[in-house]
C-alpha cells in the first residue's frame, strides 16, 4: 500500500502540498513507476525538538524547532536553518525536498534537508537570540555531522548564528569543526563571496536571460519583492553593473513603486541605520500585492513563498520571472505560466537561487581541504555551475517543449533515482 494511500499527517502544510503537487507533475512527465514515487518524494528522516531557553525576563520559554533530511542517497544533507514564525514540519519537509532537487540540478554531492524554529526573531534580544540558536543546534548534535547533514544559513538567521551553531558543536567535539555549518564569518572558515552568492547568481541568470531574449539591460525595468540578502543583492547587482532600472522594491513591511525609477541608494542608505522599510519616506508606496502586477521586464519575487498564485499569475506584465525565493510560484500559476510560455520567461527557484548552496558547497570544501580559495575563484567556479545548469535547463525545455521548471525538475529527478536505483535497496 503506497503512502499516497495513507498521508502523512505529519507534514500538512500547504507549502508541503505544493511540493508533493510539483512532483506528481513531474512523476507523470517522467513516467515515473508509482512504485518508486513515495521512495523518491517522501523525507527519510524528519526531526522535532523542544528549544527551551531563559528569557531576560528571567522565565523560561520553549520554541519548537525542526530538522527534515530529505534523501541520503548521494553524500550528506544540506540546506537551511530558517527562523520565522511560519515554520512547521511541513514548511521545512517542503523546502528540504526543493533543495535535494536544487543540490542534484548542480551536480552537488548532497540530499536536500531544512531546518527551522517557529519564532519571530523580532521579539528576541540578542542574548536570547544567542541562546535559541546555541540550544537548537545542541538539540540536533546527535543528528547532524560534516558528513551526516550540514546547516546552513536561510530566512532570520544570518553569519553570526551560523558562528554560534559551530562553536556549540565545536565545544561539545572538542576542536574546531568549521565544517559543520556553511555561512560563517571568513575568519571562522567561511568563503569569500558566500553572503553575496544567491543575489549575484539570481542577477547573472537574468542577465543570461536577457541574453537570450535578445534585451538590453541598460533599457531594462525591475521589481524585486524582498530586501534580504537575497532581493536586495540581486537588485544591487543588476542596478550599479548592469545598468538595470529599478522600479518596484519592497520588504515584509512596505512595498514602493515609481515606473521613472527609485533611487537604489536611498534605499542602501536608510538599511544601514534601519532594521526594515517600515517607516522610509523618499519614494511613492504601493500595496506589496499591487507591485508584483506592475509592468517590469524583470520581476524577482525574493522573500517568502506562494506569492504568485492563480489569483495573479495570469496579471504579471513582465517579460522574466527570476524565482529567489524558495517556492514562489504556485501550481496553480505555473499552468497559467505554462500558457503565457511565448510571453513570460521563468527562471525556476531551483535554477535560480541555487548559488547560495552551490557556495555553500565550496565553502564546507576548502574547509574539508582547509585550503582557501579568493574571491575571483569562488565567483568563476559559481557562474560556470549556474551557466551550465542554465543551458541544460533552456535546451531540455526547448526540445521536449515543456516549461523551464518541468525541464529543471526533470534533471534533478532523474538524477536522484539513478542514484536510489544504481545502490540498489536493501536488503
Ligand atoms: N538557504 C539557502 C537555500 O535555500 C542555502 C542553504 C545552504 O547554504 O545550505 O538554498
Not at 551536480?107 to 540550544?135: F, N
Not at 572558515?189 to 543575489?199: A, C, F, P, V, Y
Request: net charge neutral; with cysteine; hydrophobic share 40%.
Amino acid at each position: 500500500m503506497s503512502i499516497e494511500a495513507h498521508p502523512f499527517s505529519l507534514y500538512n502544510d500547504p507549502a508541503f502540498d505544493m511540493a508533493k503537487e510539483q512532483f506528481r507533475v513531474i512523476s507523470e512527465y517522467m513516467n515515473i513507476p508509482s512504485d518508486e514515487r513515495d521512495r523518491l518524494f517522501y523525507p527519510k528522516r524528519a526531526i522535532s525538538v523542544s528549544v527551551p531557553i531563559h528569557k531576560d525576563d528571567g522565565t523560561t520559554a520553549v520554541y519548537q524547532g525542526y530538522r527534515v533530511q530529505h534523501h541520503l542517497s548521494m553524500g550528506p544533507t544540506k540546506g537551511g536553518t530558517r527562523f520565522a514564525p511560519s515554520v512547521n514540519m511541513g514548511e521545512v519537509a517542503a523546502l528540504s525536498i526543493w533543495m535535494s532537487w536544487k543540490c542534484a540540478l548542480a551536480g552537488l554531492p548532497y540530499g536536500g534537508a531544512k531546518g527551522g524554529v517557529c519564532v519571530d526573531v523580532r521579539s528576541l534580544s540578542p542574548r536570547e537570540l544567542e541562546a535559541l540558536s546555541r540550544r537548537y543546534m545542541q538539540e540536533m548534535i546527535p543528528f547532524v555531522g560534516p558528513k551526516i547533514d550540514v546547516m546552513g544559513p536561510d530566512m532570520g538567521t544570518n553569519e553570526q548564528v551560523m558562528a554560534w551553531f559551530m562553536d556549540t558543536y565545536s565545544m561539545y567535539v572538542g576542536y574546531s569543526v568549521n565544517e559543520i555549518v556553511t555561512g560563517k564569518p571568513i575568519y571562522l572558515g567561511g568563503s569569500l563571496g558566500r553572503r553575496e552568492s544567491t543575489g549575484r547568481g539570481v542577477a547573472f541568470l537574468v542577465e543570461r536571460a536577457l541574453d537570450v531574449l535578445k534585451i538590453d539591460a541598460e533599457k531594462c525595468t525591475c521589481i524585486v519583492q524582498g530586501f534580504g540578502n537575497v532581493g536586495a543583492i540581486a537588485a544591487a547587482s543588476l542596478y550599479y553593473k548592469a545598468g538595470v532600472k529599478i522600479v518596484g522594491l519592497s520588504d515584509a513591511y512596505a512595498a514602493f513603486y515609481d515606473a521613472k525609477g527609485l533611487k537604489f541608494e536611498d534605499f542602501e542608505e536608510h538599511m544601514r541605520t534601519n532594521r526594515d522599510l517600515s517607516n522610509f519616506t523618499g519614494a511613492p508606496r504601493i500595496s506589496p500585492e499591487d507591485m508584483l502586477i506592475q509592468p517590469c521586464d524583470i520581476l524577482i519575487p525574493a522573500a517568502v513563498d506562494r506569492v504568485i498564485h492563480g489569483g495573479n499569475a495570469g496579471q504579471l506584465k513582465c517579460r522574466i520571472l527570476a524565482e529567489g525565493a524558495n517556492g514562489p510560484t504556485t501550481p496553480e500559476a505555473d499552468a497559467i505560466l505554462d500558457q503565457r510560455w511565448n510571453d513570460i520567461f521563468v527562471i525556476p527557484d531551483i535554477l535560480c537561487n541555487a548559488g547560495g548552496v552551490i557556495v555553500s558547497y565550496f565553502e564546507w570544501v576548502q574547509d574539508l581541504a582547509a585550503f582557501f580559495w579568493n574571491e575571483t575563484e569562488v565567483t568563476d567556479k559559481l557562474f560556470r555551475i549556474l551557466d551550465h545548469s542554465f543551458q541544460a535547463v533552456v535546451r531540455k525545455a526547448k526540445t521536449e517543449k515543456i516549461s523551464h521548471r518541468t525541464a529543471a525538475m526533470a534533471i534533478a529527478v532523474e538524477r536522484v533515482r539513478k542514484a536510489k536505483n544504481t545502490r540498489g535497496l536493501f536488503p
